[in-house]
């Protein structure tokens, strides 16, 4: 069979020049950064108006510790409601499903006033720790762990394996997709938050990328160029696990329903 290409030239053009068309418009707003702020670029890291290096790296020690958290979390309850039979599995795989109908802004206030009563204003456990765990993960987790093949978990248990070294030896080295498409997810999950940051890093200690970005767009004098340059080195942490798991991320949409 010829391809649709080669059977209709007319309409293979249409759709390359759709697409060339696309990408420009997509890529269009990355090389305005590039462009405008490439001359403030060592500005980004010597300025002392917004700490940007601390706050790359408040972020990056966030992220990470958010992504290894959720994933080995979340992926232990969902293990325990999809394969460990209890008499209240139920009541809690409903009381999970339930969170997910309450939107984030009716739990933010509470969250703040635990975090504060705890004393971790401007502290990195106020950032950490509250979203160290998703329900919403947790079910996807339990959702995959129901079609997981159990012959492979009947093998381990005939070698002698407990529940816990099955699920270290055996589930999580033949789930490594979607533990990884999982964490993709969240990494860029967690770089991007912005409000929560915003309340809790009070001290320019403790901002993050995206809170020293508003501080370079809120600023009495704000510089545009400095702005672009500081939002194009933000990015890059974002386009460097994009570009090197890709396949995963794709995976992780198609999987979880989820578009970011």
Same mark, same amino acid.
């Given at each position: 069979? +010829?391809?649709? @290409?080669?059977?209709?030239?007319?309409?293979?053009?249409?759709?390359? =020049? $759709?697409?060339?068309?696309?990408? $420009?418009?997509?890529?269009?707003?990355?090389? !305005?950064?590039?462009?405008?702020?490439?001359?403030? %670029?060592?500005?980004?890291?010597?300025?002392?108006? =917004? #700490?940007?290096? +601390?706050?790359?790296?408040?972020?990056?020690?966030?992220?990470?510790?958010?992504?290894?958290?959720?994933?080995?979390?979340?992926?232990?309850? /969902?293990? /325990?409601?999809?394969?460990?039979? &209890?008499?209240?599995?139920?009541?809690?795989? &409903?009381?999970?499903?339930?969170?997910? !109908?309450?939107?984030?802004?009716?739990?933010?206030?509470?969250?703040?006033?635990?975090?504060?009563?705890?004393?971790?204003?401007?502290?990195?456990?106020?950032?950490?720790?509250? /979203?160290?765990?998703?329900?919403?993960?947790?079910?996807?987790?339990? *959702?995959?762990?129901?079609?997981?093949?159990?012959?492979?978990?009947?093998?381990?248990?005939?070698?002698?394996?407990? +529940?816990?070294?099955?699920?270290?030896?055996?589930?999580?080295?033949?789930?490594? @997709?979607?533990?990884? $498409?999982?964490?993709?997810?969240?990494?860029?999950?967690?770089?991007?938050?912005?409000?929560?940051? %915003?309340?809790?890093?009070?001290?320019?200690?403790?901002?993050?990328?995206?809170?020293?970005?508003?501080? %370079?767009?809120?600023? *009495?004098?704000?510089?545009?160029?400095?702005?672009?340059?500081?939002?194009?080195?933000?990015?890059? #942490?974002?386009?460097?696990?994009?570009?090197?798991?890709?396949? &995963?991320?794709?995976?992780?949409?198609?999987?979880? @329903?989820?578009? @970011?």
């Amino acid at each position: 069979m +010829r391809p649709v @290409g080669h059977r209709n030239p007319p309409a293979a053009v249409a759709r390359w =020049v $759709a697409l060339v068309v696309g990408a $420009a418009l997509f890529l269009l707003p990355f090389a !305005m950064l590039v462009r405008d702020g490439w001359s403030a %670029l060592p500005e980004v890291f010597t300025g002392t108006e =917004v #700490p940007f290096a +601390r706050s790359l790296l408040n972020s990056t020690v966030v992220a990470v510790l958010q992504t290894a958290g959720q994933v080995l979390l979340c992926s232990l309850a /969902g293990y /325990g409601l999809a394969r460990i039979p &209890y008499r209240h599995a139920p009541v809690v795989l &409903y009381a999970t499903v339930a969170t997910l !109908m309450v939107p984030t802004a009716v739990t933010f206030v509470p969250s703040f006033v635990v975090v504060s009563s705890l004393g971790w204003l401007s502290d990195l456990r106020g950032l950490v720790v509250p /979203g160290l765990f998703s329900a919403l993960n947790a079910f996807l987790f339990r *959702q995959y762990f129901l079609d997981f093949p159990p012959a492979l978990e009947e093998a381990g248990r005939l070698d002698g394996l407990s +529940r816990w070294g099955v699920f270290w030896r055996v589930v999580v080295p033949n789930s490594t @997709g979607f533990f990884a $498409a999982i964490a993709v997810i969240d990494f860029i999950g967690s770089w991007n938050q912005f409000l929560w940051p %915003l309340v809790i890093a009070q001290d320019s200690d403790t901002w993050t990328v995206q809170v020293a970005l508003s501080g %370079l767009l809120t600023a *009495q004098n704000p510089k545009v160029t400095l702005l672009f340059a500081a939002a194009a080195v933000s990015i890059l #942490p974002i386009v460097l696990v994009f570009v090197l798991l890709q396949r &995963y991320l794709v995976r992780g949409v198609t999987e979880t @329903g989820l578009t @970011g």
